[in-house]
């Protein structure tokens, strides 16, 4: 049988890493076999593509190169890891997929979405999501809980009102979707790991 693809998104600061990280430490006790990995990159050709994209030295980098890039790292990310673990029937966890781009590029950059589409479409071939987890955290949260932006990103060098629109982007995405979920989180890291483990269950997902 298949494996299940799950994707998490959001802003940055929101606790992405940590979610998958205690998810991760959970299945790992419960001996699941299950696969993390993270856009951009996740494998050696999508790593170094990464570099180039958050370089803060390649300032002029035109947005529709930017979206190029990110297309080109989730092509060789999806089939060279995600297609044959799910092909061998393993569950994938992606640290962002498909969904950041429409918020960044799409969405907070106003590139073409019928391009970011078809981009899209490209890079992930047969592969399906089962479920989106979006941690609805407004950025300025983010910023504040990661202590500020770090200058050696240069998507981070964007200003707050680039981040709302990111952020309004995530938001009309998981309204229209019911693939994606999205999930405040307004008490402590465990409160958010439990809800997320509930919802996991409930979809068949663990
Ligand atoms: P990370 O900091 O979560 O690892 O992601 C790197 C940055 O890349 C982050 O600012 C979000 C951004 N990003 C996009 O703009 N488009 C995409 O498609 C992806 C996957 C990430």
């Known amino acids: ?3 299940k693809f799950v994707t998490f998104e959001g802003c940055e ?15 790992a ?13 996740g494998t050696a050709i999508a790593e170094k593509i990464r570099s180039l994209i958050l370089d803060p030295d390649n300032v002029g980098m035109d947005a529709v ?3 190029l890039l990110y297309a080109a790292a989730r092509r060789q990310h999806t089939m060279e890891l995600i297609e044959p673990a799910l092909a061998a029937g393993k569950t994938v966890f992606c640290d962002r997929y498909i969904d950041s781009t ?44 990661k202590g500020g932006a770090d200058p ?26 019911e693939r994606i979920v999205a999930v405040s989180a307004p ?16 979809r068949g997902i663990v």
Request: no cysteine.
């Open 102 to 145: 429409f918020a960044y590029q799409g969405f907070a950059r106003g590139l073409d979405l019928d391009v970011v589409h078809a981009l899209e479409t490209i890079a992930m071939g047969d592969v399906q999501i089962d479920l989106t987890i979006f941690l609805d955290v407004d950025p300025s949260v983010g910023f504040a809980r």
């Open 29 to 41: 006790r419960a001996g699941v076999d299950a696969v993390f990995t993270r856009e951009p990159g």
């Open 152 to 177: 050696n990103d240069r998507l981070e060098r964007e200003n707050a009102a680039f981040f709302q629109k990111v952020y309004e982007g995530f938001r009309r995405a998981a309204a229209e979707n």
């Open 187 to 202: 008490g402590t890291k465990y409160d958010t790991h439990e809800t997320i483990m509930r919802l996991l269950r409930e």
């Open 1 to 3: 049988m298949r494996g």
């Open 13 to 27: 600061g929101v606790g992405k890493s940590t979610q998958l990280r205690l998810v991760k430490e959970d299945l």
């Open 65 to 67: 190169t930017e979206l």
